[in-house]
């Protein structure tokens, strides 16, 4: 009767353990939602879709003699705080001229597409 006893409550540990085991492994998912973003971010981010802004980017720093790579990535926090990340592939090192210039670039382009000035991040790809 004893052993009965103790495989009784085996099984009903068992009964309580496995579930919390198997609820643990699930994979976690996450997604970004605009509704986490700012309001500003997603506007902002609605307007670069609109004007083409990062077509316009490649091509004004390709007509400049670089070669970027064929993406852009913005950092959005607030319309005093945009940084825009162009990856050159070309050159040995960036030096301040070439930042001044890319700067000069999308600023006349942030200009014209009545977007707020960016901080320009320029980043050499390794080859």
Known sequence: MKSLLQIF????????VIPF??????PVTSTTSPVNSSPYAVEFGEKLQATNFTKKV???IREAGYSPDSTVGYLIDSPD???IT?????????????????????DELAKKN??????????????
């Open 58 to 60: 490649l091509q004004a």
């Open 21 to 26: 085991l198997i609820e643990e492994k699930k």
């Open 86 to 106: 162009i990856q050159l592939h070309d050159g040995e090192e960036i030096d301040i001229s070439t930042e001044s210039e890319i700067q000069s670039i999308i």
């Open 114 to 127: 009545n977007l707020h000035l960016f901080i320009v991040n320029v980043e050499l790809l390794e080859k």
């Open 81 to 83: 705080h945009q940084v």
């Open 9 to 16: 409550c085996l099984f009903i540990c068992l009964m309580v």
